[in-house]
Nanobody, 129 residues
Framework: EVQLVESGGGSVQAGGSLRLSCTVS????????MGWYRQAPGSNCELVSD???????YYTNSVKGRFSISRDNANNMVHLQMNNLKPEDTGVYYC???????????????????????WGQGTQVTVSS
């Protein structure tokens, strides 16, 4: 059974930093693409960043230059370093084993409805102005 456990969420003021971590078990971690997604209130699921098995990274435009994704294959972990946080970064952040990386044209109202991925339970990030 695949399990993903996120940690590191919390409440910060604008301009602050948080580091999210996700520990994965039950799969061959280093052969899988990994991603961080977020669900803001009233919004569709948004891909924030992903990293493939080769270490290639992607960031949505709104977080470029502020967020950094990394993976630790030795410990089956993926991290998301978030700096200069903004109120619009608020949401539940989900770690995922990505089954299909950035499927073209697909939108999911809820992250967990994306059937291609395997999901953690989510961690809340709240950024106040």
């Amino acid at each position: 059974e695949v399990q993903l456990v996120e940690s590191g969420g919390g409440s910060v003021q604008a301009g602050g930093s948080l580091r999210l971590s996700c520990t994965v078990s039950g799969i061959s971690f280093d052969g899988n693409d990994m991603g961080w997604y977020r669900q803001a209130p009233g919004s569709n699921c948004e891909l924030v960043s992903d990293i493939d098995s080769g270490g290639n990274t992607y960031y949505t435009n709104s977080v470029k230059g502020r967020f950094s994704i990394s993976r630790d294959n030795a410990n089956n972990m993926v991290h998301l370093q978030m700096n200069n946080l903004k109120p619009e970064d608020t949401g539940v952040y989900y770690c995922a084993v990505v089954g299909v990386i950035r499927p073209y044209g697909r939108i999911w109202p809820r992250c967990i409805d994306n059937e291609y991925n395997q999901w953690g339970q989510g961690t809340q990030v709240t950024v106040s102005s």
